[in-house]
């Protein structure tokens, strides 16, 4: 997942989605990114429809949206079920940022979607960075 945000002052003024998935092929033609990704297909055992892949995923988008404008109560709402479904936290990554590599264990998300990663005993925010879990790491 890919967002692209445009800042003008403090105001956001528009954020650009970007939504990859794997969808009918298998990761054993790339041995060597089967250890960091996977795709539907493998995971199913089978090919997924995408275009009804598509709609599903446009659909519940929209419903997240609407939420989002509800109210504070519901955004907060999203907020702990995006936490909950997190599999990163509790876990040792290593996040590629604009500044470098930095490793640690994923310990939080704050409320502006914030990575709080724990390294050398410090807890850092990282804002950007491509998240990749290391092997092995127990949650």
Known sequence: ILVETGIIGESLTYA???IGVN???SMRIYPELALFAT???DELGCE???AALERALLENLNAYYARLGASEAERAKIFR???AALSTLGRVV???TPSGVETGVAEDVDADGA???RRKGTLIKLFAGDVTV???SAR
């Open 94 to 96: 290593r996040v590629q």
């Open 16 to 18: 650009i989605l970007g």
């Open 81 to 83: 079920e995006w936490r």
């Open 23 to 25: 969808v009918n092929f």
């Open 115 to 117: 990575l709080m990663l």
């Open 39 to 41: 795709t539907l297909a």
């Open 134 to 136: 290391l092997k092995d």
């Open 48 to 50: 997924v429809d995408r």
